[in-house]
């Protein structure tokens, strides 16, 4: 067994954990968020965490090719999620930047930073440590793989190109008003190209992961699909 297997063997959960990963826009965090409050778990979606160390990066100016001093940030900064009557505020080293997290510019370079191994590593252990505090559901690209071998539950959500760039579409129109519909897609398009090349860790289920196609299903459809699964374990 080798060290990274061993590290990971010591973090078998004693608490509940479902992971939920998919694609960009197939309805993790709608769905990851209901769930959470159905089963009065915690809730993380593992992705606000890449865009805090995106954002992080851009405010501070530095390059994403500079993969040492980004490695450097993650491993350093200390992140939040605040209740409000708002709902979760996401605060990184004090800053609370909830509402700049989906602009254009930390869209654009998420995936660039979020495919740097060291950047992978450091905020990984993160979520472990968050998730072995509590019962939770954890949404992402790699919590099956990686961040929660052994959740209870493993689903992988999935949806076409076209219903992703539609959900994703209010989004982003929030942050950006001139976007278009093609534009979203493009993004998504140049996004999956990234998340599917990424040797560190690719966008793939575990193989004991449940897939569930959300195209034309409802956001509680999805989620009673899931509460099936939790009722059996």
């Not at 509590?134 to 992988?156: E, H, N, P, Q, T």
């Not at 040797?199 to 034309?216: G, R, Y």
């Amino acid at each position: 067994m080798c060290k990274d297997e061993r590290a990971s063997y010591k973090l078998k959960p004693m608490h509940k954990q479902i992971a939920i990963d998919g694609p960009v826009a197939s309805g993790k965090t709608a769905v990851g968020k209901l769930l959470s409050e159905k089963l009065g778990w915690r809730f993380l979606d593992t992705g606000l965490m890449y865009r805090a160390i995106t954002w992080l990066a851009l405010d501070e100016k530095i390059d994403v090719s500079n993969h040492e001093k980004l490695v450097t940030i993650a491993m350093n900064s200390q992140i939040q999620l605040i209740p409000s009557d708002r709902g979760d505020r996401f605060i990184i080293n004090e800053n609370d930047i909830t509402d700049s997290l989906r602009n254009r510019d930390v869209e654009r370079s998420v995936s660039l930073i979020s495919q740097i191994s060291g950047v992978r590593a450091a905020l990984i252990t993160k979520q472990q440590e968050i998730a072995n505090s509590d019962s939770i559901v954890m949404v992402g690209r790699d919590i099956g793989i990686r961040v929660l071998k052994y959740a209870d539950v493993k689903v992988f959500l999935t949806a076409s190109p076209d219903v992703r760039a539609k959900r994703r579409m209010a989004q982003t129109f929030e942050a950006n008003p001139k976007a278009t519909l093609q534009m979203v897609k493009s993004d998504l398009e140049r996004r999956d190209l990234i998340d599917s090349q990424n040797e560190e860790s690719p966008l793939l289920p575990a193989d004991d992961s449940v897939i569930i196609n959300t195209d034309k299903m409802e956001i509680d459809e999805v989620v009673e699909a899931i509460m099936k699964l939790v009722v059996t374990e």
